[in-house]
């Protein structure tokens, strides 16, 4: 069975500042890889995904990931935190690139200070 | 364009009242269909899935149903509701040129 963790529950930065957030994920094959963004009270936004070729992935608003199959990671990085960067991230597996079932981790809840 | 259609946004019931969500997407045809749940501080679960028509899944036991009567609807019920279904439930779906999921907008359903 696949699964997912998020180790940090709540992450705090400055604007401006960098981001790391992390996942490491258990799946016996290769793993798609998606990172999902979540607004209080909205859907799920994605925000970059893996699936195969280069380990590095570029994302909307600046975000990238980088897939370390050594390490079963697939952390979500930023250079420079934006306010609006506030939000609940979400680190998921899947089994298939469109049509299997998703398995998220618990979230990283990002506060941004000014 | 994929576009998932929820409502209502917000629901507050109470317990032992009937549930209908009600999930329609636009797009391809014969999407795959999800209903997700994510209860307070905690991930999303998936609860059912759909492959086609008439086709439902369940993942874990529980107080609700799903059903797919057309294409591109997909329900979500329950005949008596509990607490414990309080939550933030996702319509989502696959398919398509647009690799990966596509979810709705969210119904919070408070039940008192």
């Known amino acids: 069975a696949q699964s997912v963790t998020q180790p940090d529950i709540h992450i705090t930065v400055s604007e401006g500042a960098s981001l790391e957030l992390r996942c490491n994920y258990s799946y016996g094959a290769t793993p798609y890889l998606f990172w999902y963004v979540q607004s209080p009270g909205q859907g799920l936004q994605l925000l970059l995904k893996y699936f195969s070729g280069d380990t590095l992935v570029q994302g909307i608003k600046g975000f990238e990931a980088e897939f370390k199959r050594s390490q079963s990671s697939f952390n979500l990085r930023k250079p420079s935190v934006h306010w609006s960067d506030a939000a609940e991230y979400f680190c998921?597996?899947?089994?298939?690139?469109?049509?299997?079932?998703?398995?998220f981790g618990q979230g990283t809840i990002l506060t941004v200070h000014p | 364009s994929q576009t998932i259609h929820q409502w209502p946004a917000t629901l507050v019931q109470p317990v032992g009242s009937p549930l209908s969500l009600e999930c329609t997407v636009e797009g391809t045809s014969n999407p795959n269909l999800y209903w997700y749940r994510q209860a307070a501080g905690r991930g999303l679960q998936l609860l059912f899935y759909s492959v086609g028509i008439g086709q439902i899944s369940s993942e874990v036991p529980q107080n609700l149903s799903a059903s797919r009567p057309q294409d591109r609807q997909f329900i979500l019920s329950s005949k008596k509701l509990l607490l414990s279904d309080s939550g933030f439930y996702l319509c989502a779906r696959t398919g398509g040129s647009n690799y990966g999921y596509t979810f709705g907008s969210g119904t919070r359903l408070t039940v008192v």
């Open positions: 998921a597996v899947g089994a298939d690139a469109s049509y299997g079932k998703l398995t």
